[in-house]
């Protein structure tokens, strides 16, 4: 018999969540059972039903309206055998730097253990180098959470930031920590 690998992608409010899709179909592809939560800061900025029709399910998007299926937090979290934050804003670091676990994706975060939990930040080079990102980032890496560190580009409004790592990229990083036993057949 073979199994699949299930992932939650969560996906918070960067300019990069423009790159949510990608990194959905990329998990996808690679073979990764994919369920998605999206914060109320990111639906201002992508919609909801962009990831639901990628993934062809509901999208985990109000604490307390749920509408997937009925499930609660905790049984997604039991579901999955990792959540891969991306892209993870310096708000959503710092939240689970403080264990302020008030958004869909902080939730689900704050039950799922921390060598199961990867983040890739994307945001300002100003707000990557504020004393508080940095201390935040470092103390989630020393209790297990894995960074996948953003590369230095240019982001929005032409200026120097933190970008995401290319999809694939991520997506393979993913793969080495994460065994795939059985790569599925991917989607459009
Ligand atoms: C257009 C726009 C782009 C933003 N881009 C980023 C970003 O790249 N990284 C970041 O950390 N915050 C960014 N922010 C700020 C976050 O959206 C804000 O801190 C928000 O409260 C984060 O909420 P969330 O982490 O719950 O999604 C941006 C805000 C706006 C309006």
Same mark, same amino acid.
């Given at each position: 018999m073979t199994t699949s690998r299930k992932v939650i992608l969560g996906v918070t409010a960067?300019?990069?969540?423009?790159?949510a899709q990608a990194i959905a179909n990329a998990l996808q592809y690679a073979g990764f059972e994919v369920r998605a939560a999206m914060t109320w800061s990111a639906k201002q900025l992508i919609s909801e039903q962009l990831l639901s029709g990628v993934l062809n399910a509901p999208v985990y998007? !109000?604490?307390?309206? %749920?509408? !997937?299926?009925?499930?609660t937090h905790i049984n997604w979290a039991k579901w999955a055998d990792a959540m891969l934050i991306? %892209?993870?804003t310096a708000s959503c670091i710092s939240e689970l730097w403080a264990g302020k676990y008030d958004s869909c994706v902080t939730l689900l975060a704050a039950n799922i253990p921390p060598e199961r939990l990867f983040i890739a930040p994307a945001m300002s080079q100003n707000m990557w180098e504020q004393p508080a990102v940095q201390r935040n980032v470092e103390q989630l890496k020393a209790w297990g959470v894995r960074f996948i560190e953003p590369v230095t580009g240019i982001v929005a409004s032409k200026a120097t930031g933190q970008r995401l790592q290319e999809p694939s990229a991520i997506v393979d990083y993913l793969k080495q920590v994460v065994e795939i036993q059985s790569p599925a057949q991917g989607c459009e």
């Amino acid at each position: 018999m073979t199994t699949s690998r299930k992932v939650i992608l969560g996906v918070t409010a960067s300019i990069a969540v423009s790159k949510a899709q990608a990194i959905a179909n990329a998990l996808q592809y690679a073979g990764f059972e994919v369920r998605a939560a999206m914060t109320w800061s990111a639906k201002q900025l992508i919609s909801e039903q962009l990831l639901s029709g990628v993934l062809n399910a509901p999208v985990y998007s !109000q604490i307390w309206n %749920p509408a !997937q299926g009925g499930e609660t937090h905790i049984n997604w979290a039991k579901w999955a055998d990792a959540m891969l934050i991306a %892209p993870a804003t310096a708000s959503c670091i710092s939240e689970l730097w403080a264990g302020k676990y008030d958004s869909c994706v902080t939730l689900l975060a704050a039950n799922i253990p921390p060598e199961r939990l990867f983040i890739a930040p994307a945001m300002s080079q100003n707000m990557w180098e504020q004393p508080a990102v940095q201390r935040n980032v470092e103390q989630l890496k020393a209790w297990g959470v894995r960074f996948i560190e953003p590369v230095t580009g240019i982001v929005a409004s032409k200026a120097t930031g933190q970008r995401l790592q290319e999809p694939s990229a991520i997506v393979d990083y993913l793969k080495q920590v994460v065994e795939i036993q059985s790569p599925a057949q991917g989607c459009e």
